[in-house]
């Protein structure tokens, strides 16, 4: 960390990263940003910084317009050694970075099964479910002594929502056909469910989340959702659908699976790019939102009295 932080001063003159990008399977077959032609002497490679759940893995650290941007590709899964290992401790590891480089907005790719996304759509969440990894939050905060019991509501920064939804519509119209597999669709609104790791779902399960409402699903945002909230950061998640979830369309499945991660990486890059580039030319996190309040606003200071 302090070497970390020693090239923070030397190059970039700062104290902390205000912004992080997050890359998750939307972005995980292309190196970013190099793959956007970013000459490498930009581009800091760095791993296994140490936190009370293990070294972190493979991020960069990026010059973008002059000041530093965190990279940590594929959710932090790629161990300092190169190992794929995808997991939610993962999250952890990464976000205990977040906050020790003193990150205050942070955008998040993935991909998701659609429920009512198409093959191609983009959504940027609104909202999300995740019962299964709520022990692992708490964990995180005690163990970094946060308050347990931040609340929820209005997850995701209005603010970094209607970047990603304004880059995105922009992005795809203005190339359709370098932006392919992504349809041009961009649903504003919508529920992403979280379920455990390692085992996708089976067509009874998301026929039940159909009829709840919810619009994709995936594993990994539920986690990442609940530590930003414990930060207090400003949190955007663009998730663009690699598949209809099982059961849908008839249990189709299209064909090329990898051939789609490796189409869909560019232009996911270029949005997200433009977004960082964006928050850093306008001083990421400086505005006013619910995001740094909204979750400490049940403030139980004091509580329960000693005498109770
Ligand atoms: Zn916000």
């Not at 939307?26 to 970013?32: D, I, L, Q, S």
């Not at 002059?66 to 590709?73: D, E, N, Q, T």
């Not at 997991?87 to 480089?101: D, I, T």
């Not at 409402?213 to 539920?222: D, E, K, L, R």
Request: proline share 7%; hydrophobic share 45%.
């Amino acid at each position: 960390m302090d070497k970390l932080r020693q090239h923070l001063r030397a190059h970039f003159g700062v104290e902390r990263v205000e912004v992080a990008w997050i890359g998750g399977s939307a972005t995980w077959a292309a190196p970013v940003p190099e793959c956007l032609g970013l000459p490498a002497d930009h581009i800091l490679h760095f791993s296994g910084i140490e936190t009370p759940w293990g070294p972190v893995g493979r991020c960069r650290l990026v010059a973008v317009e002059g000041r530093p941007v965190l990279r940590i590709p594929v959710h932090g899964w790629l161990t300092p050694e190169g190992r794929f290992d995808p997991g939610p401790v993962a999250s952890m590891r990464a976000f205990y970075l977040l906050r020790e480089l003193g990150v205050r907005a942070v955008i998040i790719d993935a991909s998701v099964g659609g429920i009512t996304l198409a093959p191609g759509d983009i959504l940027v969440a609104s909202d999300f479910i995740d019962p299964h990894d709520k022990p692992l939050a708490l964990e995180f905060a005690r163990q970094l002594g946060l308050r347990p019991w931040v609340r929820l509501g209005e997850p995701y920064c209005p603010v970094l929502r209607s970047r990603l939804i304004s880059a995105a519509q922009r992005l795809l119209a203005a190339d359709p056909d370098g932006s392919r597999p992504l349809t041009g669709t961009v649903h504003t609104e919508g529920t992403y469910v979280t379920t455990p790791f390692g085992v996708f779902e089976t067509a009874a399960e998301i026929e039940q989340y159909r009829q709840a409402g919810w619009s994709v699903v995936g594993q990994s945002a539920g986690i990442e959702t609940m530590l930003a909230r414990h930060l207090g950061l400003h949190l955007g998640h663009i998730s663009v659908a690699a598949n209809w979830a099982e059961g849908l369309e008839g249990g189709r499945w299209h064909g090329d699976m990898a051939g789609f991660y490796r189409d869909c990486a560019l232009p996911m890059a270029r949005i997200g790019w433009e977004v960082v580039r964006s928050l850093v030319l306008e001083d990421a996190g400086t505005w006013t939102c619910s995001c740094e309040t909204i979750g400490v606003s049940t403030d139980l200071t004091g509580l329960p009295v000693p005498e109770a």
